[in-house]
């Protein structure tokens, strides 16, 4: 954990740097949003568990409350959000559900050609209930992929520091590092356990419609022995990776636009003396004007996944995009597909280290000329994964699940969009 250590210290560097506005970040006049909502919905499997563990449909409602604090000063821009849902099923087939969020942001601007951005954030949810939670504010969308099935409660954390240099309008230099922390609730849970770091650089050489990147990053992923009743069930687990890519964007038009990457990466395993090696590379092609957009993405890479522990090798192709239906842009139409197919590192070479996901998020919204945004979503995922397998911190579950949310939502002080 050398590697972690040293980029702890980093961390620390720019977070000093970011607090020392704080004196003045402390004169600034705070600005404060409050939102409330309320969702009603249902599902074929409320616990998303296994075919062969029973799942049972079930209707939900959910209240959401949330509150953000901004802190706007010449050089910088502090936001401190909190995020609080309670979900109840009707047919009583789990009980009461809490789920909380809680973050900071600091941007800070040291100079005109430099930015730095400093947070945190901590989430404390059940699985079974986190598609709902934080995709039930309108317009949001999240995806977890791979993930153990069942309901299990959950606390996750994580820090970010990401710094810019831009000496001319040609060339820009990037830097990034981010922490990440998951614990399961459950201690009689098979599931470990885990944490990691990513630490990124990047240079860019900007034309008028041409830009020209090279990127390199190191991460690391570790995860703990998984131990119930003196049994081992997952032995203590480290994976490194290593990635470099070169990136190619180019603009076609004031719409359209591409971006072409490749490059290798490598991922070591130490307990199991293994180094992996691949071909690594992404392409994406975005389209956005007035009312619309849409982005088809296809990639291939090695990610760290905090919820089974271990470093996977992701295929994954994914088309979003989204529409809007009246000349007000108040009725909003979204549409999120993909598909995953992941391979565990430490389980390498053996079919139950693998997984498919297809997940699909569709909605329609409505925002109102006051504070309210009504949404109506649709969400299915179908996750196929092999069978138990001694050793991995957590086998990849078979489970699907369908579920339909209505939902409300306020927000005060109300403001009118920009135009």
Known sequence: MALASRSARIFVAWALAAAAAAPTVLRAQPLYHLTAGLSAGAT??????????????DGFVMARAGASLLLTTQKSVNTIAYTFGGTTYLGGS??????????WTAAVTPTGATNLTVGANITHARLSTIDAFSGGRAGE??????????????????????????PSPSWHLTQGLTFYAFRPLDPRSATPQSLGFDNTLGL?????????????RLGQTYSREVRVDDVVLARSHRSDIADALA?????????????????????????????????SGHATVTYNSPGHGAALHGAHTATPNIFIGDTVLRDQVELSGFTCLDRFEQLRLRLLVGYEHD?????????????????????????????????????????????????????????RRNMVMASVEARFPYQEPPH
Do not use: C, K
């Open 343 to 399: 391979r565990a590192v430490q389980a390498r070479g053996s079919t139950s280290g693998a997984a498919d996901v297809l997940h699909l998020r569709t909605g329609l919204s409505y925002a109102t000329n006051g504070p309210l945004t009504f949404s109506l979503d649709y969400t299915f995922l179908d996750q196929r994964g092999g069978d138990f397998m001694p050793g991995m911190p957590v086998p990849f579950q078979t489970f």
């Open 204 to 216: 860019a050489r900007v034309w008028a419609r041409d830009e020209l990147g090279l990127s390199l």
């Open 94 to 103: 789990q009980p009461r559900s809490l789920s909380n969020g809680l973050s």
């Open 141 to 166: 969308v999240m995806m977890l992929g791979t993930r153990p099935a069942g309901a299990l409660y959950f606390l996750s954390a994580g820090a970010l520091e990401s710094f810019s240099w831009t």
């Open 247 to 279: 990136t190619w964007r180019h603009e076609y038009t004031q719409n359209w636009s591409t971006e072409l990457a490749g490059g290798a990466f490598a991922v070591h395993v130490p307990d199991l003396a293994l180094t992996i090696v691949e071909p």
């Open 44 to 57: 074929d499997n409320s616990q998303a568990v296994s075919a062969q563990a029973g799942p049972v449909a």
